[in-house]
């Protein structure tokens, strides 16, 4: 959608990756830490942990991320609108 309105508006083709990559790592990044914050407690033993109860698998790219790459996004359009 980023992307889309990046173009809509005129936007420089040059930027594109910037743009893509700074909305891609944030995903990335909440994914591995949800993951990195259950698996460890969960694997070693089999045991319910009780928290963190596995939740964080849903809430992170749900909740989070989407937060996360708009927030990047926006400061990237900035970094390029200045470096130009």
Known sequence: MFLWLHR???GDLSKRPLLIWSGYLPLL??????????????????????????MELFIAPLFFAPIAMAVCIFAAWLLGRSQA
Do not use: K, T
């Open 8 to 10: 809509r508006f005129g």
């Open 29 to 54: 990044g909440m994914l591995i830490w949800a993951n990195f914050e259950y698996w460890p407690d969960f694997l070693p033993s089999r045991v319910y942990p009780g928290f963190p109860h596995g």
